[in-house]
């Protein structure tokens, strides 16, 4: 059974960056496709990109494109995602999930989500 | 980028079937995947591939997907189902291959 575990809410003012973790426990960094999904406040669910093994990259949606950076460190089985020149837009809770191709992509365990305030 | 339609709210009452649309243009060639999501929490996938289960979804959960709809149903409606649903689908030729549709709340009268 995976377990994520998110680091705790942020607040950060518009410019700034933000970096969220995700700890894994159950399986191994290395064993999984990790993504990040973002929920605006009582909005639907956005996929901001996510790690394909079969290819060895890091998607990102264009949307994000320059902005997002998605990383892992296997020694200690945490994925994060760095989010820079924020705007009040990105107010949102973030979450971490694990990836299944089967052929294509779904996400079958879910972090906690971590919210994140863009404010002045 | 591919999208998926959703209506915004369906009702129905305890005991009786809800059905859930999700439409996209010819989303029959997909694979659609459904979530749950209830107030403060986060996602919980209850159908992949169209019509499969993960373990610990109750069989009253189904899905089927043909043409430009796919539908997620639920029997025996229960008021622990009220929640927001949303359909996926990965579009491998896109920009933007992760795609959700914007939702559907279910409520149970």
């Known amino acids: 059974q995976v377990q994520l575990v998110q680091s705790g809410a942020e607040v950060k003012k518009p410019g700034a960056s933000v970096k969220v973790s995700c700890k894994v426990s159950?399986?191994?960094?290395?064993?999984?496709?990790m993504h990040w999904v973002r929920q605006a406040p009582g909005k639907g669910l956005e996929w901001m990109g996510g790690?394909?093994?079969?290819?060895?990259?890091?998607i990102y949606a264009q949307k994000f494109q320059g902005r997002v950076t998605m990383t892992e460190d296997t020694s200690t089985d945490t994925a994060y995602m760095e989010l820079s020149s924020l705007r009040s837009e990105d107010t949102a809770v973030y979450y971490c999930?694990?990836?299944?191709?089967?052929?294509?992509?779904?996400?079958?365990?879910w972090g906690q989500g971590t919210l994140v305030t863009v404010s002045s | 980028s591919y999208v998926l339609t959703q209506p915004p709210s369906v009702s129905v009452a305890p005991g009786q079937t809800a059905r859930i649309t999700c439409g996209g243009n010819?989303?029959?060639?997909?694979?659609v995947h459904w979530y749950q999501q209830k107030p403060g929490q986060a996602p919980v996938l209850v159908v992949y591939?169209?019509?499969d289960r993960p373990s610990g979804i109750p069989e009253r959960f189904s899905g089927s997907n043909s043409g430009n709809t796919a539908t997620l149903t639920i029997s025996r409606v229960e008021a622990g189902d009220e929640a927001d649903y949303y359909c996926?689908?990965?579009?491998?030729?896109?920009?933007?291959?992760?795609?959700f549709g914007g939702g559907t709340k279910l409520t149970v009268l």
């Open positions: 159950g399986y191994t960094l290395t064993e999984l496709s």
């Open positions: 790690f394909d093994p079969e290819d060895g990259e890091t």
């Open positions: 591939d169209d019509s």
């Open positions: 010819n989303i029959g060639s997909k694979s």
């Open positions: 996926q689908v990965w579009d491998s030729s896109s920009d933007h291959p992760g795609v």
């Open positions: 999930a694990t990836g299944v191709r089967k052929p294509t992509y779904y996400f079958d365990y």
